[in-house]
């Protein structure tokens, strides 16, 4: 069956380190993935899109590599701060389709 | 410019009535969509909206849930009668390319009762 998997439910790092988040899939072969962060209440916000041509795309301080022979793309946030506490999830597109969501991953920068 | 417009921001129903959310996609987007999460779980694709047709509805999950799309405009989600597991955060989004990234509401957040 179709998954995707973050790589855990919550992630505490503390200011100034490097985040690195992690999305897993099983059973799709996405022509596209997106990260979006999600604060509590609101809907989520778009970072970044990658294509499947695409190892790599840098924003900012966030940065997104796409792996589809390891079916996984991790997510990077250089020198956190604690206002980039937040869930972040990560969707995925198969051709033709439309985009799935992971679980998200609630990332916590300590001050 | 104005971003997705979702109302209202939360309802409270008893299970049998019948709810109609409403969404305002960003003026120019032709692509609207309709997610939902339920019980803490992820959000879930409900239906894709290009202008006022529907070009994917497969995520609807029965015949009580009916979306509309006037005029290419606004889009109305209307659940008909409630159900207890309706209950959840419905979000709509709208997109300019659906390629590319979607632009958010703050959702509705339905509790059936």
């Known amino acids: 069956s179709q998954k995707i998997e973050q790589n855990s439910e919550a992630l505490n790092i503390q200011e100034g380190k490097t985040a690195t988040l992690t999305c897993n899939y099983t059973n799709y072969s996405p022509a596209y993935l997106q990260w979006y962060r999600q604060d509590p209440g609101r809907g989520p916000v778009f970072l970044l899109l990658i294509r499947e041509n695409e190892k790599e795309k840098r924003k900012e301080r966030l940065k997104v590599t796409f792996d589809t022979t390891l079916k996984q793309s991790l997510f990077h946030i250089t020198a956190s701060q604690p206002a980039d506490s937040a869930t972040y999830l990560c969707?995925?597109?198969?051709?033709?389709?439309?985009?799935?969501f992971g679980p998200g991953t609630r990332l916590s920068v300590l001050p | 410019e104005a971003g997705v417009t979702q109302f209202p921001s939360h309802s409270v129903i008893e299970k049998g009535q019948t709810v109609t959310l409403r969404c305002d996609p960003i003026s120019g987007h032709d692509n609207l969509y309709w997610y939902r999460r339920v019980m803490g779980k992820e959000i879930k694709f409900l239906l894709h909206?290009?202008?006022?047709?529907?070009?994917?509805e497969s995520g609807m999950p029965n015949n009580r849930f009916l979306a509309e799309r006037t005029g290419g405009t606004y889009s109305t989600l209307k659940v008909q009668p409630a159900e207890l597991e309706d209950s959840g955060v419905y979000f709509c989004?709208?997109?300019?390319?659906?390629?590319?990234?979607?632009?958010f509401g703050s959702g509705t957040r339905l509790t059936v009762v």
């Open positions: 989004a709208s997109s300019q390319d659906s390629y590319y990234g979607y632009t």
């Open positions: 969707a995925l597109r198969n051709y033709g389709q439309n985009f799935v």
């Open positions: 909206f290009v202008k006022e047709s529907k070009q994917d």
